[in-house]
Structure formats: structure tokens, C-alpha cells
């Protein structure tokens, strides 16, 4: 048990404010701040702060001693790789319009751009590594983000109510083959056109936003939905990923409540900040809304045309104060603990681990029989090994907020 140092990502879309509070920084940060990795990821592996004063990355420590870090399950699935990345994820402004591949296609991708010679860092590069990217977000703060393709028959309801005559054969088309073949060929269609033709076709659909919030007001169905398609152009003008954010779900989630996102999920976080778990991948298809390298041919490789709403998770009990979102993902597993204001019940940490465990609010004593004791603060971590003994948690005058990512044995 010893505790994990996490990793500052300075991506220009972040937050100046949200992790340099978590951390207890100078507000506002000289930089975005958008992503704070806790875990063992190649590009930005986390630091173990020993209690001599060591400070050795955590990947060292995993290929040192995989047996005693990981345990014999991880190292049976995963050999030396912790199989899991935790973040916390704040958005100040909308990410890129993204999905990730599945298992299989990660694993054909990466083994063909290896065959043909593509550098790991290229541009032009789609595949880092072998591995899916399945990920699951939990909410710290309001949290709006666009994910999975809206039901068609409500995508003809928005083409329609926008009332804009440029935009009548792409309504027909998908009207006319309301399933996800019609779908494919309208999204197919949109982020193909010549840059004359987008040029030529947003600003009307932009006309058309502006017009049903001004007559129909602010609570007027699809309101959220043009407001939207209106600040990510005006971000990214003349971009096709405009277009394609047109015909996703807009979904809000409040403090605690969770969204799993499978592979081929077309996805962009809007704003707010969260956990987010995922697989230990960093492999990315580009939809749009970036001026990163954007392969439409194996974005449409990788995309699942499914539609319809989303399922918004709130958790099922797990341990005492301990609320888990489950997944499908055989990765990770991430659980919230929480204590209210004089609630000071210990709860003990028992199964295997790896485990790291992260306090977002208030402050917990972790200790284990064997005499370790580390007092975990808010915007800290700790890392537990496979071998650890039992670990008690006690938590401060509250409120208590953590966090804990785990594989998931359960699937």
C-alpha cells in the first residue's frame, strides 16, 4: 500500500480550475487541465511515493514484480500490464468527435499499421496499441455529453423542426430507411461532403438552430440540441463534425450518476468533469471537431450504427456505503464510497486486488494489520497490490468521497 501520484494532462480543452482545486493548486492553473491519469499508461505512468522518499513509476513496479503487483489473474489475462486507467476528466470545452474499436478491430489495426511501417508517433497513425477502449464515466459535476446514435424517427423530428430546405434530401433519405443502414448512409454522406458542400450547407442548418430557439424558446424540444450544434460551430467552422453531433443523443447526467460506452460508441464530452475508467488503451478514431488526424474510412470501420436513447446508470449496492457501476468490460471495475457528516463506520477492503483507490471529497485513514497507515486527502490516491492484506478505511469528519478502480472479476 503506498500512495499513487497521478499524471496532469494539459489538453487545450480543458479546465483551469476543476483538478488544480481537487489538488489543492493556485487557482486559477497557468494551463488547461483536462485529464489527471491514475494508473500505469506508457505515455504517463503514475508515481509510488515510498516512505523513504522514493518516487518510482508504477509500470517499473508492475514489470519488477508482476506476481506480487498484479496477482495471478491479471497476469494470466493481462502478463505485466495493469489492466485499467482511472482519470479524472474535466472539460471546459467539447472534445473531438471519437469512438474507439473493439478488441478485434484494435488488435487488426494495430497489426496492419505495424506491417506497413507507420512511426507509433505519426499523425496519420490509428492504433498505439493492440488493446479496445471500452470506458465508463461516473459524474462528479453536471455532465453534458453528446453519445450514440439518437433513434431516427427523433432525428427526423429534428430535421424536420429546423425547417431548413437544404436540409429536406437528407431528411428524405432517412425517412425513407429509418434503421441503421439509414443511418450509416446519411452519417456516411455528411462526413464525406466536399468542403464546399459543408461550407455551403451549415449555415443554413446554423440559420435554422438560431431560429427554433428564438420562436420556440429555450425549453422547446431539441432546444439543447441546436444550442449545441451552435457552439461546436462556432468552434470548428466548416467542419462535417457539425453535422454528425446533429444526429446524437444529448445526454445531461448529475453528480453520480454513470455512462458506459462501448466500443463504436460516436462520442464527445461537452462539459463537466468526472471519473472516467477505462481499458489501458489510447487508441482513438476521429469523427471530427479536432484538428487531428481524421480516417473516415476506419472510423466507418469501427462505428456501430445502433440507435435509440441511452441507459443512465446510477449503481447497484455493493459493499456498506459502497454504490458500483457495472459493465461488460472484463478491465475494470469502478465503485464509489461514500460517508455523510458524522458517519464514522469503518469499512474494510477485502478481495483481490490490484486496486487503486482515489479520494475526490473529505479525507480517509486507510490501515492494515500489518502496521501501514496512510491518511488519504482529497485529490490523492493510493495503490493497493494483489498481495496487500485487508485494508480498513476510516473516514474523516465527512463529507468522504472515494473512489475505487479494481479489474472486473465479476464478468
Not at 8 to 32: C, M
Not at 92 to 102: I, M, N, R, W
Not at 240 to 245: E, I, K, M, R, T
Request: glycine share 10%; with cysteine.
Amino acid at each position: 500500500m503506498e500512495l499513487l501520484q497521478g499524471a496532469v494532462r494539459p489538453y487545450a480543452w480543458g479546465s483551469r480550475t476543476a483538478i488544480a482545486e481537487l489538488l489543492g493548486d493556485p487557482v486559477p492553473a497557468p494551463h488547461p487541465q483536462a485529464e489527471l491519469w491514475f494508473g500505469a499508461h506508457p505515455d504517463d505512468p503514475s508515481l509510488l511515493l515510498g516512505a523513504d522518499g522514493t518516487r518510482t513509476p508504477l509500470i517499473e513496479a508492475l514489470l519488477a514484480d508482476p506476481d506480487h503487483q498484479l496477482g495471478s489473474y491479471c497476469t494470466g489475462q493481462w502478463g505485466q500490464r495493469l489492466p485499467f486507467l482511472i482519470k479524472v476528466l474535466s472539460a471546459e470545452e467539447p472534445l473531438s468527435l471519437q469512438a474507439h474499436p473493439s478488441a478485434a478491430q484494435a488488435a487488426e489495426g494495430f497489426a496492419r499499421e505495424e506491417a506497413l511501417g507507420i512511426a507509433p508517433g505519426a499523425p496519420e497513425r490509428n492504433y498505439s496499441d493492440p488493446n479496445h477502449k471500452p470506458e465508463l464515466l461516473c459524474a462528479l459535476t453536471e455532465f453534458h455529453a453528446l453519445t450514440g446514435f439518437r433513434d431516427v424517427h427523433r432525428t427526423v423530428e429534428l430535421l424536420t423542426a429546423l425547417d431548413v430546405p437544404e436540409l429536406g434530401p437528407y431528411r428524405e433519405m432517412l425517412a425513407g430507411q429509418p434503421d441503421a443502414d439509414g443511418l450509416r448512409a446519411l452519417f456516411t454522406t455528411w462526413i464525406t461532403l466536399p468542403q464546399p458542400a459543408i461550407e455551403a450547407l451549415l449555415p443554413p442548418v446554423l440559420d435554422g438552430c438560431v431560429t427554433l430557439l428564438r420562436e420556440r424558446g429555450s425549453s422547446a424540444h431539441f432546444a439543447a440540441e441546436c444550442r449545441t450544434v451552435l457552439q461546436l460551430a462556432e468552434a470548428h467552422p466548416g467542419d462535417a463534425g457539425v453535422l454528425a453531433a446533429a444526429l446524437l443523443n444529448y445526454v445531461v447526467l448529475t453528480p453520480g450518476e454513470a455512462l458506459y460506452l462501448p466500443a463504436g460508441n460516436l462520442h464527445t464530452y461537452l462539459h463537466g468533469t468526472c471519473i472516467e475508467i477505462q481499458a489501458n488503451s489510447d487508441n482513438v478514431l476521429r469523427g471530427g471537431l479536432t484538428a487531428k488526424h481524421v480516417d473516415v474510412p476506419e472510423l466507418l470501420r469501427v462505428l456501430d450504427f445502433s440507435h435509440g436513447g441511452l441507459t443512465v446508470c446510477r449503481g447497484r449496492r455493493g459493499g456498506p456505503r459502497e454504490t458500483c457501476f457495472d459493465t461488460p468490460a472484463v478491465e475494470f471495475r469502478l465503485s464509489c464510497l461514500q460517508w455523510a457528516p458524522g458517519d464514522a463506520q469503518p469499512v474494510w477492503l477485502r478481495g483481490p486486488g490490484p486496486q487503486i483507490v482515489l479520494c475526490t471529497r473529505g479525507s480517509v485513514r486507510l490501515c492494515t494489520d500489518d502496521g501501514r497507515d496512510i491518511l488519504l486527502r482529497r485529490g490523492r490516491s493510493v495503490w493497493l497490490t494483489a498481495t496487500d492484506p485487508e485494508v480498513t478505511l476510516c473516514p474523516g469528519a465527512g463529507p468522504v468521497q472515494l473512489f475505487r478502480a479494481t479489474p472486473n472479476f465479476d464478468v
